[in-house]
């Protein structure tokens, strides 16, 4: 066997380093105020993303609800409330994914809401410029969420879909809560502060975090991040021509938190 070349082995080192998703790289597809702009065909295939890795949340193509992907399997709540398992094919345009590694588990064992939890997490948060990943599973008294309908072209824009959105209460429900505290120097490109979807153990119910009422449970984060990598819908005309100069702030907070 001839040997190899010493520019072609770093090159396959390389290479076969790029083929796996890194722990500690928080991966996500085009942008939040992209999406907002009404951005919803498909950037990129379930089985692309789940290269990057096997933890995280999204949407679909035409906003066909709310995604999970929790131990590598992908889940889609869709405006009927119920649980599906997409198709591998399907494609998504906004999501963000990391390969989660438990760096740091609470046991919660007294009831909390998601005020509650969001200072737990903040508590074992790395600093306020960093990622957290972390999943929740547990018993809930309540949980609210919500899903969105699938949209046609011209697509409107996300609040204008999340103002006559699904909503679900689902009530003494086991399942997990999965999400990412992000940095606010993510704004217009993430959700910065907290992003929250939900998957109950036996699919009977979940989707977009609204509010919830805990009873126990065990809280798992990968705190761990120091890569953000965005793969940007270069070939998509929409993406092109939308707007993304604007202030979206207002918006996106509408479209996140429980209206009232």
């Avoid at 951005?39 to 295939?45: I, K, M, R, W």
């Avoid at 995280?56 to 399997?73: C, H, K, P």
């Avoid at 410029?129 to 919500?146: D, E, H, Q, V, Y």
Wanted: net charge negative.
């Amino acid at each position: 066997m001839k040997p190899r070349s010493p520019i072609l082995l770093p090159l396959l080192i390389a290479l076969a380093a790029c083929a796996a998703p890194r722990s500690d790289t928080v991966t996500q597809v085009a942008t939040i105020d992209a999406l907002l702009a009404g951005v919803y065909d498909g950037h990129l295939t379930l089985a692309g993303l789940r290269e990057h890795g096997d933890f995280g949340i999204g949407t679909f193509e035409g906003l066909d609800g709310e995604m999970i992907l929790l131990d590598g399997i992908f889940y889609q709540v869709k405006a009927d409330g119920r649980v599906y398992l997409p198709p591998r094919s399907g494609r998504t345009p906004f999501a963000a994914v990391t390969e989660f590694t438990v760096d740091r588990r609470v046991d919660i064992d007294e009831p909390a809401d998601m005020a509650g939890l969001e200072e737990i997490i903040r508590e074992i948060a790395p600093g306020e410029n960093s990622f957290c990943a972390f999943r929740l599973r547990g018993k809930f008294n309540r949980m609210k969420s919500r899903s969105v309908p699938a949209q046609e072209k011209p697509y409107p824009p996300l609040s204008e879909v999340t103002a006559n959105q699904p909503v679900f209460e689902l009530e003494n429900v086991e399942g997990t809560l999965i999400g990412f505290l992000s940095p606010d120097f993510v704004r217009g490109v993430n959700v910065p502060g907290f992003h929250m979807h939900f998957l109950a153990d036996d699919l009977s119910g979940g989707g977009h975090v609204l509010a919830f009422e805990l009873a126990e449970g065990v809280l798992e984060a990968d705190t761990v991040h120091d890569a953000l990598l965005i793969l940007l819908p270069v070939n998509s005309a929409d993406f092109a021509s939308a707007d993304l100069s604007l202030d979206r702030n207002k918006e996106l907070e509408r479209v996140e938190k429980e209206q009232d």
